[in-house]
């Protein structure tokens, strides 16, 4: 099946306007710009990472919420809150939810 949009893909469109915030405006900005620039900058890399990332992580995290019984992030928070929980499962699911999380987010915090 042939995909709806021709290239560049919106990968490449975030990476190119990422670099040129990096290369070609940061260096000239001061002040309120130049740190609103690097927060767009950090922005862009996070919906790179997403876009990149975000297939793969949400096919294991619905794999992670079938072995603990639950269909939905609701259905366990629910059962979290209740104290329904004493699957030692738990645990290694939330943190590899985490993990997965700032391997997007900033992937230096791992």
């Known amino acids: 099946m042939a995909a709806p949009h021709d290239v560049p893909d919106a990968a490449a469109l975030v990476a190119a306007v990422r670099d040129f915030l990096e290369t070609d405006v940061l260096p000239a900005a001061e002040g309120r710009v130049r740190f609103h620039t690097r927060v767009a900058i950090n922005v862009l890399g ?4 997403e ?3 975000g297939p793969a992580q949400a096919a294991a995290h619905a794999v992670r919420l079938a072995g603990l019984g639950v269909g939905d992030d609701a259905e366990l928070a629910a059962r979290i809150r209740e104290g329904r ?3 030692p499962a738990l645990l290694a699911a939330l943190t590899a ?3 997965a999380k700032l391997e997007v987010a900033n992937p230096g915090y791992r």
């Open 46 to 49: 996070m919906v790179e990472r």
């Open 97 to 99: 939810a985490v993990r």
């Open 51 to 53: 876009i990149e990332l």
């Open 85 to 87: 929980d004493d699957d």
